[in-house]
């Protein structure tokens, strides 16, 4: 157990069955987030549920890093996604994330630009994604290796869609993996998301996440377990 890795989901569904099987567990609250920390199929880990997000993610993220030195942090739960390679309940994990409605575009930057690391684009860890793409041999539904955009919004329209599609090159959307990954490179901390896609970031997206959400955070559950063994 040489690493402390913090697991991030923005929901309960996405972490609360994965708590509930800590040994040596120690919760503890800290700005409105509960974190449990314990051993998880053998790694030292810290679990979160953050909230939805990027504020919510950044803010649990930050508080790993500075409460719990955290060596590595892994964002994990549900996704859109945005590929016709991606069906519900396959899976990204991402090699790189951006943040889709960063946009100061009309003072002549690249949209996406994050001002102050001046990066358009967050590299994610290639040992990290290594340790993923393993975990995930056999897995039914297949996965994608790509970029994940991010944004304080749920996409739930097909021109959206479209948009990150062929601005970003995005393979799925979510709402907190980019946040993390700001924090982690401001921090000089290993990171990777890893999502399981729960609709297609379409216009029936309003439908699909309330129905496959829970399917497609089980399966991504199983697949940070078998990540642990690797990784951890």
Known sequence: MSKKIGIIGAMEIEIDA?????EKRNDSVFSGITFHEGILNGANVVLAVCGVGKVFAAICAQTMILKYGVDAIVNSGVAGG???????????IADKVVQHDMDTSPLGDPVGLISGINKVYIDCDSEIMSALEKSMSGRDGGYLVGTIASGDTFINDNNKKEYLKNQFDAVACEMEGAAVGH???VNNIPFCVFRTISDGGDDSSDIDFPTFAAIAAKSAQETILEFLKIYG
């Open 18 to 22: 994965l708590a509930d099987m800590l």
């Open 82 to 92: 945005l590929s016709d390679k991606l069906k519900i309940c396959s899976a990204v």
């Open 183 to 185: 924090v982690c490179y």
